[in-house]
């Protein structure tokens, strides 16, 4: 293990990736969210109490902040939250499906400095995509990537969930991407918030899994994938990003009523480090949070320490453990070995439930549907 990495085992004096959903309200309702978003909660952070949180990222140096939610842009002071951050020297990545994002939109992005735009497609077809965030939606992303492309936006981010449906449009998207002036972003689907619901039916096949592998060996750098994939570096060669779960050390997560979680992926009471309000602050919480002292101790290798590719993958991810219903001292769900087929088989019942749920119900033949799946 090189010294930088065990630096970042052991935690930083400020988040690298701070990830800050704004609101939990959305105008969709993807099946795999995250954050299980769609109803705004009442008690979302003011806009003076928002300032107050970039006011303390700003003294802790914060390089950047990546804003999502739900859908940020429905916030009524969302410009003017991205204003106040960039302002003060803190750059914004904010996630949006696009419906916002007109070309006068696009032309006031254009023109405000430390901004970068993720517009989020899950299918290069409207067939795949619109199946997983609703019908329409593709369409609107294109809208929006050529409203971005037309203003001169260069190098915003196409943000893609791989998934068993879209892994074999993996050029298509890479088109897609250069077509527009964009670069490619691919994150991994993880059992969290309403994905918890199908990630059994939606997450790649071991074949898939070595074809993503390949591919991202193939495109190397040209392909952002953040901390993602680490756990297919057991196949052999590290792929380029942070090879290790960073919760709670490099990264986590404030959610819209100022909830710090460990982990953007692991919205459950079991990652709750603190509240920005209750706890006396963003930096408080980053630097005192009980759970993540003990993040930033040295791990356990567990049930993989026999295994003699644990250094290449560090036992996978924490989030997609938990909410699988497998233990963290465990494999990785997606094992590139396979060795957590066997205790997913053997699962009593789904994993541990997201909370919260701010899900609006899904509306079939007139009546509320009883199941998020596709």
Known sequence: MNGLTTRFERGLDAPICLTWELT?????????????????????????????????????????????????????????????????????????????????????????????????????????????????????????????????????????VVTRENVDQLDRFKELADEHGAQLRLTRLRPSGRGAYVWDELHPTADQQRELYEWLILHGETVLTGDSFFHLSAFGEPLPGLNLCGAGRVVCLIDPVGDVYACPFAIHDEFLAGNVLRDGGFERVWAGSELFRELREPQSAGACGSCGLYDACRGGCMAAKFFTGLPLEGPDPECVLGNAEEALRQRPG????????????RILNGSPAASLRV
């Not at 099946?31 to 003011?46: A, I, K, M, Q, Y």
Request: charged share 25%; with cysteine; net charge negative.
């Open 24 to 160: 939990y309200a959305c105008n969709l309702a993807c099946v795999h969210c995250l954050s299980s978003s769609g109803r705004r909660d009442p008690r979302e952070l003011t806009t003076a109490q928002c300032e107050a949180v970039l006011d303390e990222l700003q003294r802790m140096q914060v390089f950047y902040v990546n804003i999502g939610g739900g859908e940020p842009t429905v916030r009524r002071d969302f410009w003017h939250l991205l204003d106040y951050a960039t302002e003060r020297g803190v750059g914004v990545k904010f996630s949006t499906n696009g419906s916002r994002i007109d070309p006068d939109a696009a032309a006031r992005l254009v023109s405000t400095e430390y901004v970068d735009v993720q517009i989020s497609l899950d299918g290069a077809t409207a067939e795949v995509n619109d199946r997983v965030r609703g019908p329409g939606s593709h369409e609107t992303a294109l809208t929006a990537m050529r409203n971005l492309s037309d203003a001169g936006f260069r190098d915003f981010k196409l943000s893609v």
């Open 350 to 361: 789904p994993g541990p439930r997201p909370s919260p749920d701010h899900s609006r119900p």
